[in-house]
């Protein structure tokens, strides 16, 4: 199969973890037969640095001609670098916030898996972390609270502020349909989260979530407030496989999800719009503390990269051949510095892409 992939290595660690996502990448394409074509685009400070901005429109153009966008991060120390003396919509995040609109990536997926080797670094009690979880938000991106109207006014010397959460049904089905097509890709069942005991979006949201399940009859479905979610993620998070969410409650249930998995460094994303294309990077930032040391943790860029494989290409074989080379490096003690613990060996961002790369073969 040929692939057509469009790569942001962007700044920070981002060159570095790229680098070694693409060397995973390669390796399976060496062993199943693919051909992975790459090509290379700017984004953030290394845009600014050599255009001016952060996104230009021939960089979108070749995003928009991939299959697919396999991202680092973007962005620098926030206090000392020159591109946060730009104003905002010159700054390196205004790219990413231009690719996403202009490839109108409106779902993020993103997955919090606790390993059982990583289990230490989980906040939760044992008896809770000890049986490891694999969970995956989809949250809705580009509608509700974040995107209505708002206003601030002042009535009768009183200051007012309007902030309006609007969903059509339009919009919460594509979402539901990308949220079942992933649950059956997975233990298939659907926990779609809503609010509906006070909002109205929240009734509509669950009654289309309920039409697009009668397609999905071998998909479990189970509607739960957000409230109870909140509780239940810290509570038992290995009841969850996909949660279906709206945007602002999904906002903050994949940071609380992100937080009880303990390890920034192993934590990959995706945001797809309604074909199979899509844009996979890690969810954490370019860590410009540890930048050109070679002591980045690749790994959520690899499972990132597995994703793409996933849910862009169908190529689901391959992407477990990723996801347990992961796994067994992780079991065979080797660890980068943020996953560290005792009796493990410690390596940096080059020999863990090795090793991962040793066991995809
Ligand atoms: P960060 O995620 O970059 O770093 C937070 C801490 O985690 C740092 O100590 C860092 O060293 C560590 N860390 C992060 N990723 C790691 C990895 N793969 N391996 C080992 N350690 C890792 O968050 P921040 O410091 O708040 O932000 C730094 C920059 O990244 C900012 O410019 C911010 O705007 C940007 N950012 C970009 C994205 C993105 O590109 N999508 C997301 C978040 C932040």
């Known amino acids: 199969m040929e692939l057509k992939i469009t790569c942001i290595p962007g700044d920070g660690i981002g060159p570095e973890i790229v680098a070694e996502a693409k060397k995973v990448l390669d390796a399976v394409a060496k062993k199943y037969g693919h051909d992975m074509q790459y090509t290379d685009i700017l984004m953030g400070g290394a845009s600014i640095d050599v255009h001016g901005v952060p996104l230009t429109d021939e960089a979108v153009a070749t995003a928009k001609s991939a299959d697919a966008v396999l991202m680092g991060s973007i962005g620098g120390d926030t206090t000392t670098s020159p591109w946060y003396k730009l104003p905002p919509n010159l700054r390196p995040e205004a790219g990413l916030l231009g690719i996403r609109k202009a490839l109108n990536l409106f779902a993020n997926l993103r997955p919090a898996v606790l390993y059982e080797e990583l289990a230490q670094a989980c906040p939760l009690k044992q008896e809770i972390s000890e049986t490891g979880f694999d969970m995956l938000i989809m949250r809705e991106l580009t509608g509700g609270l974040y995107f209505g109207e708002r206003k601030t006014v002042e009535e009768n010397g009183v200051r007012k502020a309007i902030d309006t959460l609007t969903y059509d049904e339009n919009e919460i089905r594509r979402i539901a349909v990308k949220g079942f097509d992933i649950a059956r890709k997975r233990r298939k069942k659907v926990t779609s989260v809503d609010k509906a005991n006070v909002l109205d979006s929240s009734r509509l949201w669950r009654a289309v979530v309920e039409e697009v399940a009668k397609d999905y009859p071998d998909v479990t479905l189970e509607h739960m407030l957000v409230d109870n979610c909140a509780m239940q993620l810290v509570k038992d998070p290995a009841q969850f496989d996909v949660i279906l969410t709206e945007n602002m409650f999904g906002d903050i249930l994949s940071d609380e999800a992100s937080m ?83 009796g493990c060996e410690k390596v940096g961002c080059k020999r863990m892409g090795d090793l991962i790369v040793e066991r995809v073969k």
Do not use: C, W
């Open 260 to 342: 009880v998995t303990g390890s920034i460094g192993m934590l990959a994303s995706a945001s797809l719009n309604d074909t199979k294309f899509g844009l996979y990077e890690p969810s954490h930032g370019s860590a410009p503390d540890i930048a050109g040391k070679d002591m980045a943790n690749p790994i959520a860029t690899i499972l990132s990269a597995s994703m793409m494989l996933r849910y862009s290409f169908d190529l689901d074989k391959e992407a477990d051949v990723i996801d347990g080379a992961v796994k067994q490096v992780l079991r065979d003690g080797y660890r980068t510095g943020d996953i560290m613990s005792e």
